[in-house]
């Protein structure tokens, strides 16, 4: 599986180049202002999975895990692409989904920090909420979790 997607002026291309480890809706207040909208869909893929071409600059906000998080953008439309949660010990990150050529190649497997949802916004009965983050045993698709947890620590790499 590989997924493609770009910035709004297209300037900047990117490739997912495995399918996404999990993807998730997030209701909390930094994603709704960040998106200027009612909540993200993240895809959280591995960074060797993630080919980019095209110029992008980071700027870096705190969050409420107090490790901080690393934003991603076009220098020339300002798109925000992608971002990297600090608190992940492993090189993956997190794609906005509606970046993507085909937003309808995947679908939230979760919703989170619906303590902080819109009230006029109705969870769908099908798929797992967490009134604030999940974890990933148990939550993620077994196959994903083997994955997570053999990408070697980005504190180790050289
Ligand atoms: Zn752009
Ligand atoms: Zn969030």
């Known amino acids: 599986m590989s997924l493609s997607g ?20 997030c209701h909390c207040l930094d994603c709704q202002r960040t998106t200027g909208s009612a909540f993200v869909i993240h895809s959280v893929v591995a960074e060797a999975d993630f080919e980019i071409e095209g110029s992008t600059s980071m700027n870096t906000i705190p969050t409420g895990s107090g490790a901080g998080c690393d934003l991603h953008f076009c220098t020339k439309c300002g798109t ?34 619906t303590r902080s949802k819109q009230l006029w916004f109705l969870l769908p009965d ?9 974890g990933r045993e148990g939550v993620w698709p ?12 980005i504190s180790q790499r050289s």
């Not at 993956?92 to 989904?97: D, G, M, Q, S």
């Open 6 to 25: 770009r910035c709004g002026c297209g300037r900047v291309n990117f490739t997912i180049n495995d399918v996404p480890l999990f993807t998730q809706a």
């Open 80 to 113: 925000y692409l992608w971002c990297r949660y600090r608190y992940h010990q492993v090189p993956v990150i997190a794609v906005r989904v509606g970046t993507l050529d085909d937003t309808s190649a995947v679908r939230p497997q979760a919703h989170i920090f």
């Open 126 to 134: 099908d798929v797992p909420a967490y009134e604030g983050a999940c």
């Open 142 to 153: 077994e196959a994903s979790v083997r994955k997570y947890n053999a990408l070697e620590p």
